[in-house]
């Protein structure tokens, strides 16, 4: 199993930028894809972005353009640039690690806000 822990959460107001970082406990080679995930108040947790070990990302049609998703596996961290940031991204971002079939671990989340 693996921890994961996220930092770069925050206030922010709308049109601004944050950071978010997720480091691993242990190496994330052997993972098949990392990914960011939200849960807004009241909603159901949703895909925000994923990246596969071999570095193609994939993207919820509501961040595309804004967002990115990098992994950096010497470093065991997988960061989401977030642009443009919007009221409706306000949420709850939690780090996903997947082994396919085998592993899904997640993290604590980290609270982004967004003002209008």
């Known amino acids: 199993q693996v921890q994961l822990v996220e930092s770069g959460g925050g206030l922010v107001q709308a049109g601004g930028s944050l950071r978010l970082s997720c480091a691993a406990s242990?190496?994330?080679?052997?993972?098949?894809?990392m990914g960011w995930y939200r849960q807004a108040p009241g909603k159901q947790r949703e895909l925000v972005a994923t990246?596969?070990?071999?570095?193609?990302?994939n993207y919820a049609d509501s961040v595309k353009g804004r967002f990115t998703i990098s992994r950096d596996n010497a470093k065991n961290t997988v960061d989401l640039q977030m642009n443009s940031l919007k009221p409706e991204d306000t949420a709850v971002y939690y780090c996903?690690?997947?082994?396919?079939?085998?592993?899904?671990?997640w993290g604590q989340g980290t609270q982004v806000t967004v003002s209008s």
């Open positions: 996903n690690a997947k082994r396919w079939g085998i592993t899904d671990d």
């Open positions: 242990r190496s994330i080679f052997t993972f098949n894809a």
């Open positions: 990246i596969t070990s071999g570095g193609s990302g």
